[in-house]
């Protein structure tokens, strides 16, 4: 696994400047914390893929596994044999990316961890989206620089995201996403489809981990997870 890490803000803007910048700072008797500022460039900066330095997601050999969401993640025993998905509502882990290194042992004693599903709606302002699809990026790298396996969510919202809703993803590997809440309406199905066929083609995705209703159009290497009481649970697998 190879990803180049520029460096951290400590080291861009001088560890003296944090320390007198932090002193400004103060929650009653409380500093604020300087290493929770800065969108979390002080801990790492990558490189980054296209117009929008999205962080790089290494592929990954999956194996199989029951799935639970991350709500669960602190109280589950036999954390080896399973995996960590982020299909909630985003308020559930929005802590993983203002306090990302508190997480990262309980993590790893995961044996897969999704990229977090930052929310994508099509009636979020485009600087929005591509910040949640940056978020879910740096978060997926940074936990990787640590030894987790993660399997990246893929995600879109409309036709104009695939500029670049699909920076960062592999190539060749596997992917999960979801299908909730997509095929209550013919257009809501339609800008699902439309998405799905983009990352196919993109990303030609050995398998693809399921979450929700598989509508009869999706083809593919489809690991078919069953969405209820916020755990996974292995279906059936269905060939190219």
């Given at each position: 696994?190879?990803?180049?890490v ?18 400004f ?24 893929i ?7 997601i ?5 194996d ?6 991350f709500?669960y993640?602190n ?10 998905h ?16 508190r997480?990262?042992?309980m993590?790893q ?15 979020f302002?485009k ?22 396996r993660?399997?990246?969510t893929?995600?879109?919202?409309d ?14 590997g ?5 299908s ?10 339609q800008?699902?489809?439309?998405g799905y ?8 995705p ?26 996974f ?8």
């Amino acid at each position: 696994m190879s990803r180049t890490v520029i460096g951290s803000y400590e080291g861009l803007i001088g560890v003296r400047y944090l320390r007198i910048l932090g002193s400004f700072f103060r929650i009653g008797d409380e500093m604020y914390k300087t290493h929770r500022n800065y969108e979390n460039i002080q801990r790492a900066v990558y490189e980054g893929i296209g117009q929008y330095q999205i962080p790089e997601i290494m592929s990954v050999e999956y194996d199989g596994c029951d799935w639970i969401g991350f709500n669960y993640a602190n109280g589950v025993k036999d954390r080896e044999k399973k995996g960590v998905h982020f299909f909630l509502d985003d308020y559930q882990f929005i802590r993983l990316w203002t306090d990302p290194y508190r997480y990262i042992g309980m993590l790893q004693q995961y044996a897969y961890v999704m990229s977090p599903d930052f929310s994508m709606y099509t009636d979020f302002p485009k600087a929005l989206q591509i910040y949640n699809h940056y978020r879910k990026h740096w978060l997926a790298a940074y936990w990787q620089e640590h030894g987790i396996r993660v399997i990246p969510t893929i995600c879109w919202s409309d036709k104009d995201s695939f500029e670049w809703c699909f920076d960062g993803e592999p190539t060749h590997g596997v992917v999960a996403i979801s299908s909730v809440g997509t095929q209550n309406s013919k257009e809501r199905k339609q800008r699902f489809l439309d998405g799905y066929m983009e990352m196919v083609d993109r990303l030609q995705p050995t398998q693809i981990i399921f979450y929700g209703k598989v509508p009869e159009e999706c083809k593919g290497n489809i690991v078919r997870i069953k969405a209820f009481s916020d755990k996974f649970h292995e279906a059936e697998v269905a060939q190219w």
